[in-house]
């Protein structure tokens, strides 16, 4: 098997909530807690869970736009959490993010052509220079650099703003692509050129994604492997067609359930799960889904089970696998 | 082929939009209210700035015969006031020394608000709350009790006056640099640049500053009335400054006792002062308008 491109280890990143008068810490909200993955060059890797799973908070994570408790973050087999600040910014280039909201990651002030050449100018490409590359590759995402280059965002949909942010994260060549939740925002039209446009991508530019989203139609199209988080815990991991035909964890099995289907035939009688995700703060001891799960037993709530693998493309922590992985199909 | 030629200016007119700030600035001059409102101002301050050549009699040079004379007098055209000085030209000076005490505080709570306001919002942490907290302090007073106890204390005088309505500004100001600094910060177009890898230094001239300044300019601008009418004020006390110069609240101080001998021209002075401040509160508002583009 190849060396991972990104490997990470028992990521934790715990929020402090404050409160009072003296702003003591007064709880913790458990975003990320205790996440480990690897990618491979070139697979790309669909995170899914609810909202509020802590996604979004992994993917700064990952790019360490925020510094995790703990945990490590090997990307190409250097350790990212421990780079200076100069071997950081050289890494930067390597490893880039694609933002959620296409209205807020724009910045109102700078036309198109210069959001995109920014990132050049930072790692000092001549203005000149930044400018035609960013021209090339704002033609190269579908928007005419003649037309849109000048204009600012505001003057822009959705759909090609979302392309100004890909053509940004694209600018300094990067290896690794972090997209979060890349076209929820997104009509559902405009959500399958944009998805389709970053398949091409991948193929011409031999990427790496890692694809976050909460749309599990999404994440079915675009994954080659599927990571299931929930509140801050991957619940279960597999290859996408490996979930798609026997998700086992009962959580996964439920967003399935939820998920609508255009085919008839893969329409599931179970009922989806009810309910909000507990509170982050103080999440269930034991397995944190036992609150919502179906088949929640007694030791459910002693201790979280262990991540195990139950197929050679699938692996997934719950006890309902631990002892007899035949009971529940 | 007439349409067609059409068709193509008008894709070159899209093609080569125009900058943020001559969007800003051909947005400004299609209102009519702020027009009107600009040119008041701009007469006001010629006025004041070409003074010295515009006004017909010496400010300080009073005529006992003369005393309060009404207003449209041969030779006093807005008459005279209570020591006999001509109306017209004290009217002039008066609005030098009431421009510069009012505009001087929110030019320095600007630069000096924006720069303690972005800093409190950027670092953040023990910064912000070492700020904002002093801020706080200021903040707790009224603007006028502030200013007058400050004036009290420096002694009256031009530069005291700006002193003072220094401090009574700077903390608004901070207040108000500090919460769209925190705001924008959390946008995402702050983490991309953070993610390409950009240094303070860039992040925030291109993308906080860019972003924050317009918003504080607004506001800045809505406090020169108020800022004009505190500068009168003072002087108004006594506190700012003091005669013989003229100065509109200063003006309006000594002519207060001839209200009952000639109604108009102790009000000339207030007229004055309320015609600048309106005149500024107006504009601001429309450049607040213009400046609105997004959506």
Redesign the interface.
């Known amino acids: 098997m190849t060396p991972a491109l990104l490997e990470v280890r028992g990521l934790r990143k715990h929020f402090p909530l404050r409160g009072g008068v003296l702003q003591r810490t007064q709880a913790w909200v458990r975003a990320v807690d205790g996440v480990s993955f690897d990618v491979a060059p070139g697979e790309t890797l669909g995170i899914v869970g609810e909202s509020g799973c802590g996604k979004s908070t992994l993917a700064?994570l990952l790019?360490r736009?925020i510094e995790p408790d703990a945990g490590a973050v090997r990307f190409n087999g250097e350790d990212v959490l421990a780079a200076s600040p100069a071997r950081?910014?050289?890494l930067?280039?390597d490893m880039?993010?694609v933002?959620?909201?296409p209205y807020?990651?724009?910045?109102?002030?700078?036309t198109i052509e210069d959001t995109v050449a920014?990132?050049l100018l930072?790692?000092g490409t001549p203005r000149a220079e930044a400018a035609e590359r960013a021209r090339g590759l704002l033609g190269r995402v579908g928007l005419d650099p003649?037309?849109h280059g000048?204009?600012?965002a505001?003057?822009l949909s959705g759909g090609q703003r979302q392309r100004v942010?890909i053509a940004?994260a694209l600018v300094?060549d990067p290896r690794l692509l972090v997209l979060d939740e890349p076209v929820s925002a997104l009509d559902k039209s405009v959500q399958a050129q944009v998805l389709n446009l970053l398949q091409d991508l991948k193929a011409e530019r031999a990427l790496t994604y890692v694809f976050i989203s909460h749309d599990l139609n999404v994440i079915e199209y675009v994954g080659d492997r599927v990571l299931v988080m929930y509140l801050g815990e991957v619940v279960e991991t597999g290859t996408a067609e490996a979930l798609a035909q026997s998700p086992k964890h009962p959580y996964t099995q439920a967003l399935f359930a939820s998920a609508p289907s255009m085919d008839p035939e893969h329409r599931m009688e179970r009922l989806p799960i009810s309910g909000d995700p507990p509170n982050p703060i103080n999440p269930p001891s034991g397995c944190r889904f036992r609150t919502r799960c179906s088949f929640a037993m007694a030791r459910c709530a002693e201790a979280p089970p262990p991540r195990v693998a139950v197929s050679p493309t699938q692996a997934v922590a719950c006890y309902l696998y631990d002892a007899e992985p035949a009971r529940v199909a | 082929m007439a349409i067609s030629t059409a068709v193509l200016q008008a894709e070159m007119a899209?093609?080569?939009?125009m900058s943020?700030w001559r969007t800003v600035g051909w947005r400004l001059a299609r209102d009519p209210t702020t027009l009107v409102a600009g040119g008041v101002l701009a007469l006001i301050v010629l006025s004041a700035v070409l003074a010295p050549w515009l006004a017909p009699y010496d400010p300080a040079a009073g005529s006992i015969r003369l005393r309060l004379a009404p207003v449209g007098s041969p030779g006093h055209l807005l008459g005279t006031d209570e020591q006999g000085r001509d109306m017209l030209s004290r009217l002039l000076w008066g609005g030098r020394m009431t421009l510069i005490a009012g505009l001087t505080p929110v030019l320095v709570a600007f630069v000096l608000g924006s720069a303690l306001g972005v800093l409190a919002g950027y670092i953040g942490g023990l910064v912000n709350t070492l700020i904002m907290r002093t801020m706080d302090i200021f903040y707790a007073f009224p603007a006028v009790l502030l200013a007058i106890a400050i004036s009290g204390a420096l002694g009256p005088g031009l530069a005291n006056t700006v002193i003072a309505l220094s401090i009574v500004f700077v903390p608004r100001v901070v207040r108000v640099a500090e919460s769209a600094t925190v705001q924008v910060q959390g946008?995402?177009?702050i983490?991309?640049?953070?993610?390409?890898?950009?240094?303070v230094g860039?992040i925030v001239r291109?993308?906080l500053l860019?972003?924050v300044l317009g918003p504080i300019l607004v506001f800045s601008s809505t406090q020169v009335s108020l800022s004009i009418i505190l500068a009168a004020g003072l002087s108004f006390l006594g506190l700012g400054v003091t005669p013989p110069a003229a100065e509109w609240g200063l003006m309006l101080n000594t002519l207060r006792q001839s209200i009952y001998v000639n109604a108009l021209v102790p009000a000339l002075p207030g007229l004055a002062i309320f015609a600048t401040s309106m005149a500024f509160n107006l504009l601001s508002d429309g450049m607040r308008d213009a400046m609105d583009?997004?959506?």
């Open positions: 700064r790019l736009l950081m910014k050289r930067r280039r880039q993010l933002f959620q909201d807020a990651s724009l910045n109102p002030r700078l920014f990132s930072v790692h003649r037309l000048r204009r600012y505001h003057e942010n940004r300094l | 899209a093609a080569t939009p943020y946008l995402e177009y983490a991309a640049a953070r993610a390409s890898g950009a240094g860039a291109h993308h860019a972003n583009i997004r959506g």
